[in-house]
């Protein structure tokens, strides 16, 4: 029993809580707290991280799932600074409240990668680098598609619009409403008049999409669903009221946005459920990989990384249209490109 005590603290830090998993210290170890499964776009990102921090590339993965509550992720960020890693990862939930949790990671002389959202500290040396989307922008494309549609039928007429909202406080849902509500301003015909959080999933997206639509009955023209399992979940609602998901808004059919562009919101897509899906890109797993390689050789990375996206649709009229107006940048679907995709 000594003997193995000694051997024990001997060969392993003495901050190792793990001490049933005692953490291989040969690999360069990562905590990383992930938001929660709440989507397609998020189980895409955790399969990316688990599938690039493995012990073949030199990594000891700590995956944490905080089950979209901050406080989870909070409890979770300690225990990787006590099991002192060697980079801390974190998707935060929500942009607020992580200036105490970062500063305990920079007494601990602990690196922290922020992923994908943002957080919103007072001293943005907290943390060494953030990469993720920019979610106004995604928001913006969306917009001007909707933009270029209406402007090609010709409706000049008042555009009802419900927002079934992301998370409240997360990056992603700041920046698509944020778009959204300028957008607003900006035509006059355009009226949001319902918004609420989906929560990002497609439980609560149906719900929501159900009281709007015993509030507002009728009136919906356009529903912008901040992610795909919202719309999944708008969809049923929609249909179950005998109401067509379409873009003939004209006659009564209800135009669907959406955001993500996972695999199951494209061929909804290209069905021509959702008119407009804007990508937001899951596949944080490599670029993560490489920071860590790069920050472990001495080099430097960027301090805000944005990541490419597109925007798509399946209306060929639409392309066109909109080639001459704000953006350039709608990719028609096909089939073969769904098929293609990773996630
Ligand atoms: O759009 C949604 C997910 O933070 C970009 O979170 C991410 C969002 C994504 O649950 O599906």
Not at 134 to 145: L, N, P, S, T
Not at 157 to 162: A, D, E, K, Q
Not at 197 to 216: D, N
Request: charged share 25%; aromatic share 8%; with cysteine.
């Amino acid at each position: 029993m000594i003997a193995t005590a000694v051997l024990l603290c001997g060969c392993s830090d003495s901050r190792d809580i793990n001490k049933d998993n005692p953490i291989n210290r040969e690999l360069i170890t990562i905590g990383f707290s992930q938001v929660g499964a709440e989507s397609d776009w998020r189980l895409a990102a955790s399969e990316s991280v688990q599938n690039a921090f493995t012990p073949e590339n030199g990594f000891n993965l700590i995956f944490d799932n905080a089950q979209q509550k901050q406080e989870n992720q909070i409890k979770a960020v300690r225990e990787f600074i006590d099991q002192n890693v060697d980079y801390i990862m974190i998707d935060p939930i929500t942009e607020i409240g992580w200036d105490t949790t970062l500063e305990e990671a920079k007494e601990a002389a602990i690196p922290v990668i922020i992923v994908d959202r943002r957080v919103a500290v007072k001293d943005d040396s907290l943390y060494t680098a953030w990469i993720g989307s920019d979610f106004e922008e995604e928001g913006e494309k969306a917009c001007a598609w909707l933009k270029a549609f209406l402007d090609a039928k010709g409706i000049k007429g008042r555009v009802n619009i419900v927002d079934i909202q992301g998370t409240i406080d997360s990056s992603a849902q700041i920046g698509r409403t944020k778009a959204l509500e300028a957008a607003a301003k900006r035509y006059y015909n355009w009226n949001i008049i319902g918004k609420d959080t989906g929560e990002f999933t497609k439980a609560k997206g149906r719900e929501v999409m159900e009281k709007m639509l015993k509030t507002y009955g009728d009136a919906i023209d356009v529903v912008y669903c901040e992610n795909d399992n919202e719309a999944f979940g708008a969809i049923e609602a929609i249909e179950n009221t005998g109401r067509h998901v379409g873009e003939n808004i004209e006659n009564g059919d209800i135009l669907l946005i959406s955001f993500d562009a996972t695999r199951a919101g494209l061929t909804l897509t290209l069905n021509g459920n959702i008119a407009v899906n804007a990508e937001c890109n899951p596949d944080y797993g490599p670029k993560l990989v490489e920071m860590v390689n790069t920050l472990e050789n001495g080099g430097t990375v960027p301090h805000d990384q944005f990541i490419e996206e597109e925007i798509f649709s399946a209306k060929e009229e639409i392309k066109s249209i909109y080639a001459g107006g704000e953006r350039s940048d709608v990719t028609l679907l096909t089939q073969e490109f769904i098929d293609g995709r990773k996630y």
